[in-house]
């Protein structure tokens, strides 16, 4: 089987690559990295660690790469003989695959007229959904009936932790022991796509909302809090008992929200939330938090890990989310200047003040409760700075 991803970065090598190439799939990597490409044409192979107290290295075998930028030309003719097409670019750089990906569909159509599954496996909601329409934009009215016909494109939750890597190997990558990919079965085209590692569902949000309000959510904790108090690492801030405990209350609001939205469990969530915070407690997958926390304003976005789930909270319970606000209040206070979203988010505020620059950046009214929570946070956090 002939698997085709794009992207050849840490998450896209230590996370799909690797559980394509344990189900049995030749994997070719699209990147523009020329030195990755070359590593993987040379050596054919490469290993993943499994971190943790035991480590265990997975050895990932039968991959190739080529250059999408140089030789867009191979790369489509080998995307229009794959059997399955998976993503993992950055919500960013999706439209900039669309083109090479439509050029391979059209060509497809004239060869191989067979189903065809394409799962952008992006930290957002809605990856392939938003694929599909930039490369929609690149076909003709028949191609387009055509790819209704033939072509899905099911939405994917996907979740592991791959930290900065310090190893100074080019291809190795190491990630925490912990996976989910969650796929939509309802849009796919043909037969399931056999990936080990794969859970298909048939109501996927859920699961996406799970993972955004209790991952990325969790996640940020410990870096906007972390950056705000001095740490370096995830790992520093996991051990100050404050965080510890804005951490607990900010899962618990986002658990009261999913537990009313979706009819989680209660007991099996907090199980869940748990087990998300000891991952977040490895020492061996401890990122920076400068690197967690980069683009802040997206993070504040109205749809995103802290926004949303706060407002849903005030919608449903009619309490104040004291722990959400307090997080997004350290995003305000965020300051990193090798983070263009970081510089861009402080000159809004100096420009704007920050509830204004609040309300721009998350599209909240002037009237919402939930501003009113996050200044209250904000005065206090910015008193306790100045003391």
């Known amino acids: 089987m002939q698997a085709v991803h794009f992207g ?15 189900s049995g799939y030749h994997t070719l990597f699209l990147d523009v990295n020329e030195s990755v490409i070359n590593a993987l044409n040379e050596h054919k192979e490469y290993e993943v660690t499994l971190t943790g107290e035991k480590k265990e290295v997975l050895r990932v075998r039968d991959v190739s790469g080529i250059n999408s930028l140089t030789n867009a030309e191979e790369a489509a003719e080998f995307l229009s003989r794959a059997d399955l097409v998976t993503a993992a670019v950055g919500p960013k750089v999706l439209p900039a695959i669309a083109g090479l990906l439509a050029e391979g569909l059209k060509r497809r159509f004239q060869n191989r007229p067979e189903p065809l599954n394409v799962i952008a496996c992006e ?4 990856g392939s959904s938003m694929l599909k329409e ?6 003709s009215a028949e191609e387009k009936r055509l790819a209704d016909e033939l072509i899905g494109f099911p939405d994917a939750a996907v979740d592991r932790i791959v930290p900065d890597q310090r190893s100074g190997d080019l291809l190795g990558v190491a990630v925490e022991p912990y996976f989910e990919w969650v796929v939509e079965r309802p849009a ?6 056999p990936v080990n590692g794969i859970t298909y569902v048939d109501e996927l949000e859920p699961y996406i909302e799970r993972k955004l309000f209790t991952v990325n959510t969790g996640h940020a904790v410990p870096a906007y809090l972390g950056r705000y108090k001095g740490y370096q690492t995830i790992n520093e801030a996991m ?3 404050e965080i510890e405990r804005v951490l607990q209350g900010a899962l618990e609001e986002t658990g009261e929200v999913l537990v009313q939205m979706h009819r989680f469990n209660p007991s099996l969530h907090k199980e ?3 087990k998300i915070i000891e991952r977040f407690r490895n020492p061996y997958v401890s990122d920076f938090v400068t690197r967690v926390g980069r683009g802040p304003i997206r993070k504040l976005g109205s749809n995103d890990r802290l926004v949303r789930p706060a407002s849903l909270y005030m919608q449903l319970t009619g309490k104040e989310p004291v722990n959400l606000a307090t997080v997004i209040a350290a995003v305000l206070l965020y300051e990193n200047d090798e983070d263009d979203e970081a510089r861009e988010l402080q000159k809004q505020i100096d420009e704007q003040g920050y509830e204004s620059a609040f309300r721009h950046i998350s599209g909240l009214p002037e009237n919402d409760p939930l501003v009113g929570a996050v200044m209250k946070q904000l005065d206090t956090m910015k008193k306790q700075r100045l003391s």
Do not use: W
């Not at 930290?123 to 809605?126: A, L, S």
């Not at 930039?134 to 076909?139: D, F, G, K």
């Open 8 to 22: 050849a970065g840490n998450i896209g090598r230590g996370f799909i690559g690797l559980l394509l190439s344990q």
């Open 123 to 126: 930290n957002m909601i809605g």
């Open 134 to 139: 930039h490369v929609y934009q690149h076909l």
């Open 188 to 193: 796919i085209k043909g037969d399931p796509p």
């Open 239 to 241: 051990d100050d008992e």
């Open 272 to 274: 869940y939330t748990q």
